[in-house]
Nanobody, 127 residues
Framework: QVQLVESGGGLVQAGGSLRLSCAAS????????MGWYRQAPGKQRELVAV????????????NYADSVKGRFTISRNNAKNTVYLQMNSLKFEDTAVYYC????????????????WGQGTQVTVSS
């Protein structure tokens, strides 16, 4: 079983910064894609940023939502199966529950799993 646990959310004033962390645990051999999604009240869950593991060897990719480009930075520590989201210049509209997600998780020599989610962490930006 694979579990994802987020941390680092909280209340911050507009213009401030927060850093989210997400640690994956369980019978994990490797994780290809790890990313962050968010869901604001009354809205659908949306992609914030995602990074594939091979990006560190120039073979993968990093993608950001247009709304966060230039303000948010995703990073990973593959050895610790952890993904981070550095959020700067936060805006009121960034207020949401932020979820970590992992895909193409190798849990066995020939076994992969997708669609693992964390429980979410609340980010509230006051205007």
């Amino acid at each position: 079983q694979v579990q994802l646990v987020e941390s680092g959310g909280g209340l911050v004033q507009a213009g401030g910064s927060l850093r989210l962390s997400c640690a994956a645990s369980g019978s994990i051999i490797s994780i290809d894609a790890m990313g962050w999604y968010r869901q604001a009240p009354g809205k659908q869950r949306e992609l914030v940023a995602v990074m594939t593991s091979a990006v560190m060897t120039s073979g993968g990719s990093t993608n950001y939502a247009d709304s966060v480009k230039g303000r948010f930075t995703i990073s990973r520590n593959n050895a610790k199966n952890t993904v981070y989201l550095q959020m700067n210049s936060l805006k009121f509209e960034d207020t949401a529950v932020y979820y970590c997600k992992a895909d193409r998780v190798r849990v066995g020599p020939w076994t992969f799993g997708d669609n693992y989610w964390g429980q979410g962490t609340q980010v509230t930006v006051s205007s």
